[in-house]
């Protein structure tokens, strides 16, 4: 009997339905091309079964999507509902439920693609940050005194556990182990002004890299790594940091490997149901035209087939996709790519099934 993954697909709002439909497509493609079975429950949430039941997310989702193998997620966001609603109400509530600690979000100038710094080529851009993703800035503890009054207060904190800090960095350091490229780990953080929280942030990484001698531990301010973004990235492999920074530096990520159009995550709970997700958000302005540019969620599915253990199907997604940057596309930016969302897809799938 071959291999059966029970796969929950949340299209979501706005482009995501018309980017997850190719990411299935690829998917099937790959299933039977590899001889693995991948079975699709569709899950309907989202800003428009928000607007209808006045609920953002039933509680007993949890469950049931935890009954999966992995989730591939298309987009949360309406512009019909105020910032806020659906990113707490379903995305950060699933991350946080789920226990998805670990956002991982590769940056890999693919062939063919138009990189905004010059002279910089695929060789150069080619690492991956691990985001720590439920705690930081994003728990929401705080809150305000005082407020709407001229003397109004308004707290933010970061949390930062032991436990959470160095589940995520004892990650980063096997992921850039098994990754084998220059075996190099870079802490982000800011150690001159934020000394409580990444006092233990680097406290716990030095310790843990005692535990790996092969890999140099190395440490860069955030301000500094978005100059080297953009001056060196070359320098980087792996780099872990903190859920505030983490999302900041990964939309940077995004643009140096050539857009929104091509940049997929995971967000990781190792032990249990990790999600996959195209990072471009909605794009309510597309919606339902077939412009979007699907290779994001696509690399997002070969993410997810990785993930669960299919690294072959995985890995000539990944191939598929640059033979497509690389041979068809004009550029990678909606409505310019000199092909449709479907026919991007069906790219994919003429190679997924000779590559
Ligand atoms: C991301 C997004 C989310 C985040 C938003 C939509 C809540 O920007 O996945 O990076 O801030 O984590
Ligand atoms: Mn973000």
């Known amino acids: 009997m071959s291999k059966q993954y029970d796969i929950a697909v949340i299209p979501g709002d706005g482009t995501g339905p018309e980017v997850v439909r190719e990411g299935l497509k690829v998917l099937d493609a790959t299933s039977s091309r590899f001889g693995f079975n991948l079975k699709f429950n569709e899950f309907d949430l989202g800003g428009e079964r928000y607007l209808k039941t006045g609920e953002a997310m039933p509680d007993t989702i949890v469950g049931e999507l935890g009954g999966h193998n992995a989730i591939f997620l298309g987009a949360i966001g309406h512009p019909d509902v105020k910032p806020g609603i659906?990113?707490?109400?379903?995305?950060?509530?699933?991350?946080?439920?789920?226990?998805?600690?670990?956002?991982?979000?590769?940056?890999?100038?693919?062939?063919?693609?138009?990189?905004?710094?010059?002279?910089?080529?695929?060789?150069?851009?080619?690492?991956?940050?691990?985001?720590?993703?439920?705690?930081?800035?994003?728990?929401?503890?705080?809150?305000?005194?005082?407020?709407?009054?001229?003397?109004?207060?308004?707290?933010?904190?970061?949390?930062?556990?032991r436990k959470g800090v160095e589940r995520c960095i004892r990650f980063a350091f096997e992921y850039c182990r098994s990754r084998n490229k220059e075996k190099k780990l870079t802490l982000c953080g800011k150690t001159n002004v934020l000394t409580f929280a990444f006092d233990l942030w680097e406290r716990t990484f030095y310790e843990v890299a005692g535990e790996y001698p092969d890999i140099k531990a190395d440490y860069a301010h955030v301000d500094a790594i978005t100059m080297w973004f953009v001056k060196n990235p070359e320098w980087f492999d792996v780099i872990v940091t903190d859920n505030m920074f983490g999302d900041i530096i990964t939309d940077l990520g995004a643009m140096i490997q050539g857009g929104m159009g091509i940049a997929a995550g995971g967000n990781l709970n190792p032990e249990k149901v990790s999600m996959f997700e195209p990072i471009g958000g909605s794009a309510p302005k597309y919606t339902g035209q077939n412009k979007i540019n699907p290779l994001a969620a696509i690399c997002a599915a070969g993410m997810m087939l990785e993930h669960i253990g299919e690294k072959e199907g995985g890995k000539t997604i990944e191939k598929a996709v640059m033979e497509v940057t690389k041979n068809h596309l004009k550029s990678l930016g909606a409505g310019h790519m000199g092909h449709s969302t479907s026919e991007i897809g069906d790219l994919v799938v003429d190679y997924v099934n000779k590559l």
């Open 86 to 161: 659906l990113e707490k109400g379903i995305l950060l509530r699933l991350r946080f439920e789920m226990d998805q600690y670990i956002n991982l979000r590769p940056v890999k100038l693919y062939p063919g693609v138009e990189c905004p710094l010059k002279d910089k080529e695929p060789e150069h851009i080619d690492f991956v940050v691990v985001r720590e993703n439920t705690e930081g800035l994003y728990t929401g503890a705080g809150g305000f005194l005082k407020k709407g009054t001229p003397d109004e207060i308004a707290v933010q904190e970061s949390v930062n556990t």
